[in-house]
């Protein structure tokens, strides 16, 4: 079956630009995780969602990231007025509920801000 | 608060040999262990996990680990490393009352021919 699907695969933008980043998550997955991967680092956990419940948003780094996700389906990460420091791999990564089920990760998108 | 340890941001083997990549664990109730493999430019793939029952874990292409309570431990092995498990890999803990992930720094394997 198709698994978690998310695009742009790269983008490019200037600083000072809005960006938006997407996670196709796969069917049936109520949970779905935003994470941040700079170069040779590991991973930095963004924001949770689980089904209808409020977003668990307290890995995003700034006010100028923002995420949203309609029931249990796409989810879009949004990056405001971009700065050099928020250049990275982007990962998300759905599951079924429950503490002792594994992720499921896309391929990510990689975020070059000039 | 959980955490996670791996021993060693770079393990250098030969092709042939044995892999042995630590993570070590803190942890105040029973945790739920995993250890994902990622390759350049991919997503993380899910190698194994732990949730209950045998403490020695098989996982996909030839890996294998082991839950040690006492040692809050849950290192991953392979009794002869094959060129393409070259890669970054990741330990990961859950535990009860929380759904986010620990992850672990990451330890990348190189294996020489």
């Known amino acids: 079956g198709a698994g978690v699907s998310q695009s742009p695969s790269n983008k490019v933008t200037e600083k000072g630009k809005d960006v938006e980043l997407r996670c196709d998550p796969i069917?049936?997955?109520?949970?779905l995780y935003w994470y941040r991967q700079r170069l040779g680092q590991g991973l930095e956990f963004l924001i949770y969602?689980?089904?209808?419940?409020?977003?668990?948003k307290s890995g995003l780094p700034s006010d100028r990231f923002s995420a949203e996700r309609t029931g249990e389906s796409v989810s879009t990460l949004t990056i405001q007025r971009t700065q050099q420091e928020d250049s990275a791999v982007y990962l998300c990564?759905?599951?079924?509920?429950?503490?002792?089920?594994?992720?499921?990760f896309g391929d990510g998108t990689r975020l070059s801000i000039l | 608060a959980q955490s996670v340890t791996q021993l060693g941001s770079h393990v250098s083997v030969s092709e042939g040999a044995l892999v042995l990549l630590r993570c070590n664990y803190s942890s105040s109730v029973p945790p739920y262990l995993f250890w994902y493999v990622q390759y350049p430019n991919q997503g993380l793939q899910l190698l194994l996990k732990?949730?209950?029952?045998?403490?020695l874990v098989k996982g996909i292409n030839g890996f294998e680990a082991e839950f040690k309570k006492s040692e809050t431990s849950f290192h991953l092995t392979k009794p002869s490393a094959h060129m393409s498990d070259a890669a970054e890999y990741f330990c990961?803990?859950?535990?009860?009352?929380?759904?986010?992930?620990?992850f672990g720094r990451g330890t990348s394997l190189i294996v020489h021919p």
């Open positions: 990564a759905s599951s079924l509920w429950g503490v002792n089920q594994p992720q499921h």
């Open positions: 732990y949730t209950t029952g045998a403490t």
């Open positions: 990961a803990v859950t535990q009860g009352g929380s759904y986010i992930p620990t």
């Open positions: 069917s049936g997955h109520t949970a």
């Open positions: 969602f689980q089904g209808n419940s409020a977003p668990d």
